[in-house]
């Protein structure tokens, strides 16, 4: 499965992102998807998962409240909705895809397949 992410930009703290993480190659139907976010000379952190068969969701201590992940079928598309959004929320964000083999959970690591990295800088 390749994956592309997009919807990256510029935001003022407060504001509202949408962005997208369209698959290709294979139907997401036997996957997770996982948002992560990564700020220079960091580690690459958990944002946000769902899981496609189940709709089961998960969510960073730190986006709790704020985020929205969601999937769309008919595009093979997940969504992460972020809101009320901080300037510690300036990050790339990367979308990644792992197998499940009929798990109904929402993982947060153990991911296999990533797509590029969008940019989100927000402006305090």
């Known amino acids: 499965v390749q994956l592309q992410a997009s919807g990256g930009g510029l935001a003022q703290a407060g504001g509202s992102l949408r962005l997208s993480c369209a698959a290709s190659?294979?139907?997401?139907?036997?996957?997770?998807v996982g948002w992560f976010r990564q700020v220079p000379g960091s580690d690459r952190v958990f944002v946000s998962a769902i899981n496609w068969n189940s709709g089961s969701t998960a969510y960073a201590n730190s986006v709790k409240g704020r985020f929205t992940v969601s999937r769309d079928n008919p595009k093979n598309t997940v969504y992460l909705q972020m809101n009320t959004l901080k300037a510690e929320d300036t990050a790339v964000y990367y979308c990644a895809a792992r197998r499940m083999d009929g798990y109904e959970y929402a993982p947060r690591l153990g991911y296999d397949y990533w797509g590029q990295g969008t940019l989100v800088t927000v402006s305090s």
């Open positions: 190659g294979s139907t997401l139907s036997s996957y997770a």
